[in-house]
């Protein structure tokens, strides 16, 4: 750990405009923008030169023979853990006697930018609707391409979610003591029939970029090609993998220094599509204490929000999808309010 480090902070900045139509009609369009800087970093220490590693673009077969030749240990018999030999990639590190050497650095930042739209019915007559936009996009620099690095990868962020829409209502439903219609009716009715109301939620957003990760893929094709369109995706191929993916293991780049990117910028997981409703019934009981009954459902509609496809080339599922996000849900409650 570093023994004088800085905390990290963000700054934020926006500005907009707003106007208020006739009939309680409010329109917001911001720009929103923000910087995260000083953030924390795991970085590996105990790295190979970048001079040992092969800038092939394909599986260096040569230096990795090179660099896995045994050697006698010169640690084998100062404890235990120590073997009787040793890689030469293991003695070319700069602490050939640990396996990992880990500092926590305040090198990572991430910046964002949007524009958003809000429009809001205010609350009158029962009612409230909002709908609000946000076409956005988030980059961040958290973690390093080779170790070896001076500096962090600039790539988007995995919190990058390019659009979303929001559609939100309240409607006290206009029954019951205090409402248009029956607010005359005897106490037992309006024990009933008084005191609904009805809330509703869509919400439509993007997906994540899907990342190669630690261990990518050799690529040798055109990657505008990688994506599909929304009509040929399917759980079975969510991408183009005959685009000019090399899917044989022993192919695999293994003491190489990456240049391929963590990301495709066509290319992302399932985005969101969620329909959420509740109705609220208020009884009253006495003039302070009320109870409460609530019936809510997440994704109403059972609309499948896919998971991740598997990202290893290697691998037989290749660009398949096997799990989805939770399905519908009901959720029945009471509260007493006092």
Do not use: C
Request: hydrophobic content about 35%.
């Amino acid at each position: 750990f570093q023994k004088n480090r800085k905390n990290p902070y963000n700054q934020r900045w926006s500005f907009g405009f707003q106007k208020l139509f006739p009939g309680q009609f409010m329109v917001d369009a911001s720009y929103v923008g923000s910087r995260a800087t000083r953030l924390l970093i795991s970085r590996e220490l105990n790295f190979l030169p970048a001079k040992y590693l092969s800038t092939s673009g394909t599986r260096d077969n040569t230096t990795n023979s090179y660099l896995a030749k045994s050697f006698t240990s010169p640690f084998y018999g100062t404890d235990p853990i120590y073997g009787k030999t040793i890689s030469r990639a293991g003695l070319l590190v700069p602490y050939p006697q640990f396996s990992s050497v880990y500092s926590y650095e305040e090198t990572g930042y991430s910046w964002y930018h949007s524009a958003q739209l809000r429009m809001e019915k205010r609350f009158a007559k029962s009612y409230t609707l909002s709908l609000s936009y946000t076409l956005s996009r988030m980059m961040e620099a958290t973690d390093y391409m080779n170790d070896s690095d001076p500096q962090p990868y600039e790539m988007l962020s995995t919190m990058d979610r390019p659009h979303r829409l929001v559609i939100s209502g309240i409607w006290e439903l206009p029954f019951g003591k205090g409402r248009r219609f029956g607010s005359n009716l005897p106490g037992v009715l309006n024990f009933f029939a008084g005191g609904w109301q009805f809330n509703g939620m869509v919400q439509r957003q993007s997906g994540p970029s899907l990342a190669w990760g630690d261990v990518w893929t050799l690529f040798s094709g055109d990657s505008t090609q990688v994506g599909l369109s929304k009509s040929e995706r399917s759980v079975d191929r969510w991408f183009n993998t005959d685009a000019g993916f090399n899917k044989k293991s022993t192919d695999q780049l293994s003491r190489n220094i990456r240049v391929s990117p963590w990301y495709f910028s066509n290319l992302r997981a399932d985005g969101q599509a969620r329909w959420d409703f509740s109705l609220f019934k208020t009884f009253p009981i006495v003039e302070r204490v009320n109870l409460q009954f609530r019936a809510e459902t997440i994704n109403a509609w059972n609309h499948p929000n896919l998971s991740t496809p598997v990202m290893t080339p290697t691998s037989s599922t290749f660009g398949t999808i096997s799990t989805q996000d939770a399905t519908r849900t009901w959720i029945f409650s009471l509260k007493l309010n006092d």
